[in-house]
């Protein structure tokens, strides 16, 4: 069942203010209600209820009659929601080329960036997906798979898909398999928590930890010098 705290996060999502939305659902709940019947509901102060409708009547979610001198207001279908939604999602869709040109011109500039937790980590291995090539990784280790389990189920199938390799040097067997992929072992002494990943012209350096992190760098020499160690390295480790 939906809690109230749920729902003003999503009203304050569609662009409502906190009291705007003790308002709405205010009036959702009471039906057509005066100022007072507002107030005496949600605790906001009379004076500042009229500022509040009159943003609401603006946003199309109320509307009101005047009976004797006196005002009652009353909450539109909640239908209107979805309207304000679309509303949005138009005016990205209509603003998105000019932002994208905007990235587009700053993307090559931007050679290091670092990213942490889980939902930064998604974002290096959506980059990995998005150069659709093959994908080097020096220390794959097990607590990759335990951070983002569900995540990597659904990169490896959209990586089958874009047929994407992997070769992978791993210090210790790992207990899943990896589809479309060659994996060779170096001894365990040298295991840490630290993996390489090299793709394209980019190195992610990751640490796997409870909060993980990476640095990924974007270096046409650097990417070489590591694919040159990484060579070396599956050249050394056993099959």
């Given amino acids: 069942m939906t809690n109230s705290s749920s729902i003003n996060a999503l009203l304050e999502e569609l662009g409502l203010t906190d009291s705007e939305s003790k308002v709405y659902l205010a009036l959702l ?23 509040i409708t009159d943003r609401l009547i603006k946003k199309g ?35 998105f080329p000019f932002l994208e040109e905007l990235f587009s011109r700053t993307k090559e500039k931007q050679e290091t960036n670092f990213y942490k937790g889980k939902a930064g980590l998604k974002a290096v291995f959506q980059d990995q997906l998005e150069q659709n090539k093959e994908v080097l990784i020096i220390g794959a280790t097990p607590q990759a798979e335990e ?40 001894p365990g002494k040298y295991s840490n928590p630290l993996a390489i990943n090299i793709f394209k012209d980019k190195v992610a350096i990751i640490l796997w ?8 760098i974007k270096n046409d020499e650097i990417a070489s010098s590591y694919k040159k160690h990484f060579d070396f390295l599956w050249k050394q480790a056993r099959k």
């Fill in 29 to 51: 709940e009471l039906g057509a209600s005066p100022i007072g019947s507002i107030t005496k509901k949600t605790g906001i102060h009379r004076r500042n209820i009229y500022d």
């Fill in 61 to 95: 979610l109320i509307g009101y009659i005047t009976k004797n001198n006196i005002k009652t207001f009353e909450a539109v279908n909640p239908r209107r929601l979805r309207d304000i939604l679309k509303e949005k999602e138009k005016n990205l869709d209509d603003n």
């Fill in 147 to 186: 951070l983002l389990p569900f995540y990597f189920k659904w990169y490896d199938q959209t990586r089958l898909k874009k047929k994407i390799n992997m070769k992978i040097i791993a210090y210790e067997s790992l207990p899943y398999k990896i589809p479309l992929s060659e994996i060779r072992f170096l």
């Fill in 209 to 216: 930890k409870k909060d993980p992190l990476a640095i990924v």
